[in-house]
């Protein structure tokens, strides 16, 4: 068990084109969950999703964000023609779903270090 | 909905001095709570939790907090704080069955300092 990864660790682009950033979560957590944290704020949810099924995604940020986890595993956030307001960390968690046992509390969600994304 | 107010954005102590950290929530229905922390370049780990049941809580690194209903507060404390603990500390709240998403305060840097 590795935790939880992201990648890439840092993402500067230009403003109007589209960037993706990955997440690999705990290899049998259930539910991922995907967060923007601004300078100064506390993180603030995006998206989640169980298994493969995105559960919530209203709080996408406008129609330019999308996410998706094919296979129930790793997920990607994608950011269409970024715009300065974009620059962020996006964080992603992952954590078990209740009542399904193994590593962990099921209402703990573990962190990975995040993609600080910088849009100039 | 639900929020979470962390009144000091920044909390400068002793080391070996005591800390309280503040935590007030808003929400109609009844939610879980907990306390994270994030360490430079690190990511949010959690400290501690409350989900039911007895209101005093203990977490990681000598970290306690309680839950008091009627003010709808969730604070943090710790009787000897280290150099260690500086930090960034992020209460936060979660619907009960709603998906666990979590809202988070505005954080409270904490500085520990000789």
């Known amino acids: 068990d590795t935790g939880v990864s992201q990648d890439p660790r840092h993402k500067i682009t230009k403003r109007g084109q589209n960037v993706t950033f990955r997440c690999d979560p705990i290899s049998e957590h259930n539910r991922l969950y995907w967060y923007r944290q601004t300078l100064g704020q506390g993180p603030e949810f995006l998206t989640y999703f169980q298994n493969e099924a995105q559960l919530e995604k209203s709080r996408l940020l406008s129609d330019r964000f999308s996410a998706e986890r094919p296979k129930g595993s790793f997920s990607t956030l994608e950011i269409q023609r970024t715009e300065q307001g974009d620059s962020a960390m996006y964080l992603c968690a992952s954590s078990l779903l209740p009542g399904t046992g193994g590593h962990g509390d099921s209402y703990e969600q573990y962190f990975g270090p995040g993609t600080r994304l910088t849009v100039t | 909905a639900q929020s979470v107010t962390q009144l000091d954005s920044q909390v400068p102590v002793f080391e070996e001095a005591p800390v309280e950290l503040r935590c007030n929530y808003s929400s109609s229905v009844s939610v879980y709570l907990f306390w994270y922390v994030q360490y430079p370049n690190q990511g949010l780990q959690l400290l501690l939790k409350?989900?039911?049941?007895?209101?005093l809580v203990k977490g990681i690194n000598g970290f306690e907090a309680e839950f008091n209903k009627s003010q709808t507060s969730f604070h943090l404390r710790k009787p000897s704080v280290h150099i260690s603990d500086t930090a960034e500390y992020f209460c936060a709240v979660a619907l009960t069955g709603g998906g666990n998403k979590l809202t988070f305060g505005t954080g409270t840097q904490l500085k520990v300092e000789l």
């Open positions: 409350y989900l039911s049941g007895s209101t």
